[in-house]
């Protein structure tokens, strides 16, 4: 039988290193979903209060969209500055993509208001493309 204290010693030394990099990836997420639902025309919450699955569509595809790169960024961190840095690099880019599927469908928060979901589905497939292609990008 192996001797099991180099791996608790790693544990124990690594630990508070992997806690302050989730802690962070996470506080990273939830400014950017934050910022994001403060940034849409449309209330995500109230819509899906209401039982506006459109607006459930979209969000998801925003919150998944946000936390893919954050989650490549976070396996190839080496210090909490890339972590923020690269978040906010996806934050904004999700923006531009809500922008451009608003452009190209016209109306996208009326749209999602009115629980659309084709309009939603194609806004929250686009945010997963676009948060794999930067994924791909970060962790390259």
């Known amino acids: 039988m192996t001797d099991p204290m180099p791996v608790v010693h790693s544990l124990l030394s690594g ?4 806690l302050l990099h989730l802690a962070s990836a996470t506080l990273v997420w939830l400014a950017a979903l934050a910022i ?19 607006a459930a569509i979209s969000l998801g595809g925003a919150a998944v969209g946000l936390a893919v790169p954050l989650a490549f960024c976070l396996a190839g961190s080496i210090n909490v500055w ?9 934050l904004l880019l999700q923006l531009i993509a809500f922008r451009m599927v ?12 009115a629980d659309e979901r084709s309009a939603a589905i194609f806004l929250a497939m686009m945010k997963v493309a676009i948060a794999c292609l930067t994924a791909a990008a970060i962790s390259g």
């Not at 630990?15 to 992997?18: E, I, S």
């Not at 890339?82 to 690099?89: E, Q």
């Open 15 to 18: 630990l508070p290193v992997l």
């Open 36 to 54: 994001y639902l403060w940034i849409t025309p449309h209330d995500e919450f109230t819509l899906i209060r209401g039982g506006n699955e459109a």
């Open 82 to 90: 890339d972590i923020v840095i690269w978040g906010s690099v996806t």
């Open 102 to 113: 608003d452009f190209v469908l016209g109306t996208l928060s009326a749209r999602i208001e």
